[in-house]
């Protein structure tokens, strides 16, 4: 199997790792940091966006993988937004998320509104240069009590819009079509397909006659295209670099 057929699905989160898998195309091999012996990196990001694109990075480089990442939480807008992207350290400092979905109900029993929401930011590093991120969001409110065993994290104290029972008591093949981690994929895959078709237009199109790429990885000179429907210097390393950035996008989108 060639390299480019794996992906390192950047989590140490077991759920996650496993709903990300289901995800992403069958042919792709995926990869766990455990089964590489990766430690997970300080998450220092201030916003799910950057939390998720520093552990992208942070895999990428320990790698040398092309790797997705997730950073995900629930946000109460009675708790002033939290745990948000402390949602993982709130489960941590409880001892379990079963603890701290707990705690988070005894902090709600006064609250008039209910009304939260899960969110899911999605960073894939394709090479040194290119990274992809997308956010998705889901809304809904917290339940009365825990309810359900499915799902995993704040799964069973969340009840999405348009829903009378929580993630945790929804069957997981009904939960993918829904939750913020597919609306974040489906945002991922229309910006990985503007990509593809950006670039072979880059190459084809008609009214570009010169493009220097410079510091191509491996090289110390500019090398000279020119772009006329087809590219003329067969020779250059252009001709495997670019198609070699499609495949890698290809590859998770198909």
């Known amino acids: 199997m060639k390299k480019n057929n794996f992906l390192l699905i950047g989590t140490h989160n077991d759920g996650k790792f496993r709903e990300i898998s289901k995800l992403i195309n069958k042919k792709i091999k995926k990869i766990s940091p455990k089964s590489l012996k990766i430690k997970a990196p300080k998450e220092t990001g201030k916003?799910?966006?950057?939390?998720?694109?520093?552990?992208?990075?942070?895999?990428y480089k320990k790698s040398n993988l092309i790797s997705l990442s997730d950073d995900s939480g629930l946000e109460i807008f009675s708790l002033n937004k939290k745990p948000g992207i402390y949602s993982a350290r709130w489960a941590k400092k409880s001892g379990s998320f079963k603890n701290a979905m707990k705690n988070i109900l005894k902090m709600m029993q006064n609250k008039r509104s209910r009304k939260a929401r899960f969110i899911c930011s999605l960073s894939l590093r394709l090479n040194?240069?290119?990274?992809?991120?997308?956010?998705?969001?889901?809304?809904?409110?917290?339940?009365?009590?825990?309810?359900?065993s499915k799902g995993f994290g704040y799964d069973s104290i969340f009840i999405p819009e348009k829903s009378n029972i929580t993630f945790g008591q929804m069957k997981l093949s009904k939960k993918m079509k829904i939750d913020h981690r597919s609306v974040?994929?489906?945002k991922l895959k229309k910006k990985l397909k503007f990509f593809k078709f950006f670039v072979w237009h880059l190459i084809h199109v008609k009214f570009l006659n010169k493009l220097a790429i410079r510091k191509i990885k491996g090289t110390n000179f500019t090398l000279n295209i020119i772009l006329n429907d087809k590219v003329f210097h067969w020779g250059n390393p252009i001709l495997f670099f670019i198609p070699n950035i499609i495949y890698q996008a290809e590859c998770i989108i198909s």
């Open 47 to 59: 916003t799910f966006k950057s939390n998720s694109e520093l552990k992208a990075n942070y895999f």
């Open 128 to 148: 040194d240069k290119k990274i992809v991120t997308a956010v998705g969001v889901i809304n809904g409110v917290i339940s009365n009590k825990i309810l359900g």
């Open 184 to 186: 974040a994929f489906k």
